[in-house]
């Protein structure tokens, strides 16, 4: 059994997250782009992310960056400029691959890639990892295993409910050790609330865009009411509303651009709303006993 956190005496917090990546990083549909071709087109993930650090700031919340190993090689001025004001910098991996589509050796090379990129552009150790399109799965066990191998200390990829990608059958919504072992991977799984008898994540991405504010708002109550932090998550072409489109399917089409014009709005309302911690911080105040740091 993992061990859950003695926090029921701690406040809980929001975690404000954000996926660094660009546009056309859009998982399993066919029109999805090659890495090989990603240089050749229109970036704009620059604008969008410092717009993003520019409402962080006006909230004046600090988030976790999960940054894409290839935007921060390409951009990494804006790895800088996000720990200069005091965002923790995080991993979203190096080529945006599905994990369940890698090999462990090809996972493993993947995750330290990106991890040494990233602290060699910002000379701070990189402790969290976040896999693309939350896709790990009862078929990728060996996930936990390689990240500690790789150096580091938390994941946040776990779905804790049915998903297109991704998807992980597990009663374990709040955050825990995913070894009895003391030092073990802290995993943070992304926040679900029970919501007509089932597990429903109403606080990222299409999920975010869809639902009404009202709505997310009283999941998000609901969520800390049962002891857990609420982990939200947002990418940066989602304040570009005008950003291209990539060809696919109508169902996926509504996904990835229902209601962009109104994100803006909802991410700062939430940012007023609620209080918040970077994913580290909430690691230190939680999960003490083993740490080091
Ligand atoms: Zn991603």
Redesign the pocket.
């Known amino acids: 059994m993992p061990n859950l956190p003695d926090h029921k005496s701690k406040p809980e917090h929001c975690l404000f997250s954000i996926?660094v990546?660009d546009w056309f990083?859009i998982?399993d549909i066919p029109s999805a782009p090659p890495v090989k071709e990603w240089d050749k087109l229109p970036s704009r993930v620059e604008n969008n992310f410092l717009k993003l650090l520019e409402i962080l700031d006006g909230g004046q919340v600090r988030a976790t960056c999960f940054f894409?190993g290839w935007v921060a090689e390409k951009y990494p001025h804006l790895v800088k400029k996000a720990a200069a004001s005091g965002h923790e910098i995080a991993s979203?991996g190096y080529g945006?691959q599905l994990v369940y589509k890698m090999t462990p050796q090809e996972f493993l090379n993947d995750a330290a890639k990106a991890k040494k990129i990233l602290e060699d552009i910002t000379g701070m150790p990189v402790l969290g990892y976040r896999s693309?399109?939350f896709s790990m799965t009862d078929k990728t066990p060996w996930v936990f295993d390689i990240l500690t191998e790789a150096g580091y200390r938390y994941d946040s990829s776990i779905f804790p409910a049915a998903r297109e990608h991704g998807g992980y059958k597990s009663d374990l919504m709040a955050p825990y050790r995913v070894t009895e072992n003391s030092d073990s991977l802290i995993e943070i799984p992304i926040s679900v609330a029970r919501f007509l008898g089932r597990p429903i994540c109403f606080f990222g991405g299409g999920y975010l865009r869809f639902f009404h504010y009202r709505l997310i708002k009283k999941m998000a109550d609901r969520v800390i009411a049962e002891g857990r932090p609420v982990n939200f998550y947002i990418?940066p072409r989602e304040v570009d509303p005008d950003h291209p489109r990539l060809p696919m399917s109508r169902l996926r089409r509504f996904k990835s651009y229902v209601n962009l014009a109104k994100t803006e709005s909802k991410i700062n309302k939430l940012l007023n709303d609620f209080d918040w911690i970077r994913f580290c911080d909430y690691i230190k105040l939680n999960f003490q006993s083993g740490e080091n740091d």
């Open positions: 996926d990546e990083h998982l894409l979203h945006h693309s399109g990418h």
